[in-house]
């Protein structure tokens, strides 16, 4: 078996790479994890295959690693390498022989005549395989086996070795269990390099969950409960951090070359948190300092921290972690969703696919409010919404889609519109299906880029949608209550518009078509606004036309202005 995939980071990396030791597997390449796909022939074989009334029948199919798991009602191992060996009935044998066997994993099909397997498995995934019999009366009855393959099934994800401003000694320290398996901690073990800390674990950490460690007493995050109290201390000049299992380290956190902590901060208390625990704890470059705006919990005064206790780290929402550019392909998955752009923005860059999956939200900050955060796309954007599980894009401060820990905007009464979409030249939407915009700021831009969006909302923007040069082809646009110009084309730029609505335009022109060469037509469109100081439709030495369409409720005079240029309105009818 093999096949590619993208993380959310975009690093590349092999899902399933497979070795067999006695036999050669015959694997459909490059199959995706949740793609079913046919059957490939059984391998070649110098015997004569046999015939029987009998489909045959699995006696056994093991995998040796599951002996060591970490769980007693399932498979968790803490290995990326699995022996699997499989047999039919004996008894049966002579009279129901075996031409193949198909095994199948996570959806991904191969056959063999072996009844062994040596597999190497990506870490951090959870697997599904499926064994059946095939011989001339076809294949026996099909046995699974599920394996959950996590080399790290608990990390620790977050460090506050500066204590709090309520006291610097209150320290605390949380974990996070990966898996899908609630764990018994009562042979794991927290300790640290200097021997100031050594904490015998107990209680359970639930699936997928955190569990958090408070110093001394349960005051030290005075509105979250700690799971464990502990007694010894953290040092402020850097130590490294242990996790282990009996014998055996599972987690580990990374010092500077000074030995110092690789994030936090002293005076503003902001705790030490953890990018990606399915990434190295050892890698420096994994921890950051909380953002100070992602947020929750609060000291033994009532004061808000830095932090966020028994929650999403605030550095685990950026998108690429923070980065600008982003130079390899990249998967945006609901369950990680959803992800923060910050005020220097994000560039997709040429030949790089970002693929977004429906139900996917990306907000934008911008912690100074004086500029926009953009992202642009240079490469190829790959957005498939749904009606029910459209893509957002929208504000941080935006708490009706996905709320970004309600403490931390708490006492937060901004209004402000942040975020813009731009395509460049070279760029692709290689799809953009049910796709909403709200309280965004640019809007979206076309800079002699070319592209077709279907399902398109935009509601409480600055902007709407402004094209320099290029082409945009819409279908089924809704736009409502935009501040400025809700759709603007300029210099060469040309827009086919259908079945679209666009309503309350606050100010600046409802459509504004510009310059020489600029070109507009629109098919089953309707235009309303209920805004007096809106320039409606006007035509600049450009060219537009209007089919089936209708301009209702347009208060200004005229409701179709052109000032150069050609217009043309067929079965389009003026109202009020």
Not at 65 to 74: D, F, I, P, R, T
Not at 249 to 272: C, F, H, Q
Not at 426 to 440: E, I, P, Q, R, Y
Request: net charge negative.
């Amino acid at each position: 078996f093999s096949s590619s995939v993208s993380s959310a980071n975009g690093q590349r990396h092999t899902e399933i790479a497979s070795k067999n030791e006695s036999e050669n597997l015959s694997p459909n390449e490059s199959l995706p994890a949740t793609t079913t796909s046919p059957v490939i022939p059984p391998t070649e074989s110098t015997t004569t295959p046999q015939t029987s009334i009998f489909a045959p029948t699995i006696s056994f199919f093991n995998i040796d690693e599951c002996l060591a798991s970490l769980v007693s009602n399932g498979c968790l191992v803490a290995t990326t390498t699995l022996t699997l060996s499989w047999d039919i009935a004996t008894t049966t044998a002579s009279s129901t022989p075996v031409d193949y066997f198909i095994l199948n994993l996570n959806g991904a099909v191969a056959t063999t005549t072996a009844k062994n397997l040596l597999l190497l498995v990506d870490d951090n995934k959870d697997y599904t395989f499926s064994l059946s019999a095939v011989n001339n009366n076809g294949a026996g009855a099909t046995v699974v086996k599920k394996v959950s393959v996590y080399k790290t099934p608990v990390a620790i994800n977050e460090v506050a070795w500066m204590g709090t401003t309520a006291s610097s000694n209150d320290e605390w320290l949380e974990l996070y269990n990966k898996t899908p398996f609630d764990l018994d901690l009562s042979s794991w073990k927290l300790f640290n390099a200097s021997s100031t800390l050594n904490i015998n674990l107990s209680g359970t950490i639930k699936a997928k969950n955190y569990f958090l460690l408070e110093r001394t007493d349960d005051t030290t995050v005075s509105d979250v409960p700690a799971d464990l109290i502990y007694t010894g201390a953290l040092i402020d000049s850097g130590t490294k951090l242990f996790l282990s299992l009996g014998a055996t380290t599972i987690d580990e956190t990374a010092v500077l070359t000074n030995n110092s902590w690789p994030a936090g901060n002293k005076t503003t208390k902001a705790t030490m948190e953890r990018f990606d625990p399915n990434v190295l704890g050892t890698d420096s470059t994994n921890w950051r300092t909380n953002l100070g705006y992602i947020k929750t919990g609060k000291d033994a005064d009532v004061n808000l921290i830095f932090a966020t206790p028994r929650a999403k780290n605030s550095v685990a929402y950026l998108l690429n972690k923070g980065e600008y550019y982003i130079s390899d392909d990249i998967i945006l998955t609901k369950e990680d969703s959803p992800y923060v752009i910050l005020g220097n923005g994000a560039e997709l860059m040429p030949g790089i696919n970002m693929y977004v999956e429906p139900g996917v939200v990306i907000k934008f900050y911008n912690e100074q409010q004086s500029s926009r955060s953009r992202l642009n796309i240079g490469g190829n954007f790959i957005g498939e919404g749904t009606e029910d599980d459209p893509i957002i894009f929208t504000t941080l401060h935006d708490n009706e889609n996905q709320k970004i820990l309600d403490s931390a905007f708490a006492n937060s009464t901004t209004t402000e519109r942040m975020g813009e979409l731009d395509f460049w030249s070279g760029s692709n939407t290689l799809a953009f299906d049910h796709v909403k915009l709200k309280n965004f700021s640019g809007g979206i831009s076309l800079f002699n880029a070319t592209s077709s969006f279907n399902n398109l909302s935009i509601s409480d923007s600055k902007n709407g949608i402004s094209v320099y040069g290029g082409n945009l082809s819409i279908n089924n646009l809704s736009m409502q209550d935009i501040f400025k110009d809700a759709v603007g084309v300029y210099d060469e730029g040309y827009v086919s518009m259908a079945s679209s609505t666009i309503k309350n335009t606050k100010s600046g022109d409802v459509l504004g078509v510009y310059d020489t060469g600029a070109n507009f037509s629109c098919d089953r469109c309707f235009f309303s606004n209920d805004f007096s100081n809106t320039n409606n439709v006007s035509i600049y030495q450009a060219e537009a036309s209007f089919s089936n369409s209708v301009f209702d409720n347009l208060n200004e005079s005229p409701a179709v202005g052109l000032y150069g240029g050609n217009l043309c309105l067929d079965n389009t009818k003026i109202l009020n």
